[in-house]
Structure formats: structure tokens, C-alpha cells
């Protein structure tokens, strides 16, 4: 799955646009690498966002295509 599809999948960004946006101003990384807003995650991957009061750590244990709100967050865990 893209990278921007799973962020407004799993709400962590409201919209793909937001995220592929984010994505092309360099804010993604995955791995420790800058990505692309097409770069495709894998279930284990670690994602780092950069917003302007601080960042956001998690590590993606499912991709589904669709999911309710209340299972959002059960697509990723933060980490510290």
C-alpha cells in the first residue's frame, strides 16, 4: 500500500492530499530513509513524520484498504 493511502487509511493525516503533500516536502520517513509519497510500506516498516510541534514514531503492523475509525489505530503502534 502507499504510503500516503495508509496515512489517511489509519487517520493519522486527515486527507491523501495532506499526506502526499507532506510526503513531497520531504516531512516522511521510512526506515530512516526520506520517502516518496508512492513508496510502499510493508507490515514492520517504521514511519517518521515531522510535523511542526514535534514528530510522530510508529511502526505499521497491518494495511488494510478500508477500516473503520475505532480500528484505525490498530494499524500501527507508536513508539517513543
Known amino acids: ?3 500516503d493511502k495508509f496515512l ?5 493525516l486527515k486527507r491523501r492530499t495532506v499526506a502526499h503533500d507532506a510526503a513531497e516536502a520531504g516531512k516522511i520517513f521510512v526506515n530512516g530513509k526520506e520517502a516518496k509519497p ?3 510500506l510493508k507490515v514492520g ?3 517518521e513524520i515531522s510535523f511542526v510541534t514535534g514528530t510522530l ?3 505499521v ?6 477500516v473503520k475509525k475505532d480500528d484505525a489505530s490498530n494499524l500501527y503502534e507508536v513508539i517513543s
Open 1 to 3: 500500500m502507499r504510503i
Open 8 to 12: 489517511k487509511v489509519s487517520r493519522i
Open 38 to 40: 508512492s513508496y510502499r
Open 45 to 47: 516498516d517504521i514511519v
Open 57 to 59: 514514531k510508529f511502526r
Open 61 to 66: 503492523l497491518e494495511l488494510k484498504e478500508v
